[in-house]
């Protein structure tokens, strides 16, 4: 590899167009993308994307919406001739639909959505989407997608029997962390705002953090290294969500996520909601060489914000590869970035249950522990993918196909009292007033002789009663373990209060119980674990009620 000394000396103009291979990938696979001076690559083709996609989850009494999407037909046209859908549940029933289409597509992005209707069918079903296509004057047919790379695996929808836990109780689940098709350049792409709403709601969704790339919200349309002095995709993030949001839930809340140095002068990611004005942040992008300095610091990103706007710390352990800290200066949120006034707090859970998340919550307890209140937050980085997705493994070499991070299978879920809209989901989430999870929820409130505190709150008391509500579905099995931790900031740990197994494990509970913290200043917090199996476990994190005595 080249030094920096040796690049100084050298007209370096033409390496330019490999600095994206540093990158990583996580959308669907943009496949016509080429190094100019290396052209090879073993995925490109002469067609567009093709592209089928739905929800990983339905709820009860939805049809499903299938997505089929077409891109860059702009530069390779083709006859769409028909388009046939084989539906398959585990129990081997089967549903064989097939629509004549008949239509020429020479969009740069052309989209349909198709409702299926999935009623003879239960639990875990298989989609096979068969698209007959000619293009450059040949006959051609794939299944889900035309990767020449791809391992052309079905989707999987699971037809839930019940609504997510906790929605007749209130609870509202969201994704704060989604890239949609604002986000478009040479390896990657999203998925269009009205299909994200409306897979959104068949999927349970009340709300999406739209949280395109600062460094892609800035250029101009269909181009990923110029910059558009009118801001003309920012401008219309927000006019398409005005315009959907009047359709009621799931409601998008327009945002960004923001590239910003740290203590460090490193690049870290802050999710940025609901705040009017666009704030540039292009350290990370890879538009050029070596300039790898943001605009702004986090501190200067925090002073900018709108009050009904927040910031979040964007999955702030994350372990960047060594090119990526090297050549974009990636590195991770310090406890000085955490504990700045401004940051509600930190988006830990992304896409699972990883080491990630984990060095997260360690690193969020001891700011806790400090008598710092700051919040979790859950989210999946999802980059327009609602089932599975081809990530680029080695740009023009090799792809992955996963089925995470998806759209909505790490949520924020909130209670409210109120009706939704972005200004009330704003303001429980600064509050604290929330949960993380993939599948159960828990809620605790504390009472005493005349109030009752619940999430993000305070109260003062010595013998409290802590009453607790857990909620689980067949979808992610029986409630198995929860745990009551309590935070003395005296001693500077964590203490379990309880830790009850259910030994007959159901889906519903409400346990109570009383505490005496005379002279203990602190907070309580609780975990939930469902389970299906020995091996598959659904957990939820509440954030915390503090104890001020």
Known sequence: MLTTTAIQFMKIQPLLDFFPFFIPFLMYAELHYRFRLFPFSRYYRKEPEIIADAPYRLEPGVKLPLLLLVKDAHWFPI?????????????????????????????????????????????TCSIKVNFNYTVRNQRKSCMNDNSLLSESKPL??????????GIDHGW????????????????????????????????GLSFVG????????????????????????????????????????PILIPGEEVSAFNSKNKTVHTLVLNHPEFIPGSGDGAERWFRTQSEFSIREVIKQLH??????????????????????????????????EGISGFQILNGNFDDAFHEGLKQWIRLLLTGKKKFIYGGNDAHGNFNRYLQIKLPMLSLHDHRSPIMGKCKTGICLSEEASIKTIIRALKQGKCVVSNGPVVKIEVRNQSSCFTLGESVNCDNIRVVIDSISSPEFGRIKELVLLFGDMEQKEERTLLCYQFEKKKYRDRYSTEFNLSNRRGYIRAQLTASLSFDREFICYTNPIWINN
């Open 79 to 123: 006859f769409l001739e028909s388009v046939e859908i084989n539906l398959i549940d585990k129990q081997g029933k089967q549903k064989n639909i097939s629509y004549q289409k008949n239509i020429t597509i020479k969009d740069r992005w052309w989209y349909e959505i198709i409702h299926l209707d999935t009623n003879e069918l239960t639990g």
């Open 156 to 165: 999987l929808t699971y037809l839930s029997s019940l609504p997510l836990p």
């Open 172 to 203: 509202f689940w969201g994704d704060l962390h989604y890239h949609s098709w604002l986000t478009e350049d040479f390896a990657e792409f999203g998925a269009p705002l009205d299909a994200t709403r409306e897979i959104a709601k068949a999927s």
């Open 210 to 249: 739209l949280t395109d790339h600062s460094y892609d919200l800035d250029d101009k349309p269909g181009s990923w290294s110029e910059t558009d002095p009118e801001k003309n995709k920012w401008k219309q993030l927000w006019s398409d969500t005005t315009e959907l949001n009047k359709d009621g839930i």
């Open 307 to 340: 009050p009904n706007s927040i910031a979040i710390a964007a999955h702030p352990r994350i372990t960047w590869r060594r090119l990526q800290r090297f050549l974009l200066n990636r590195g991770q949120w310090e406890t000085l970035d955490m504990e700045q």
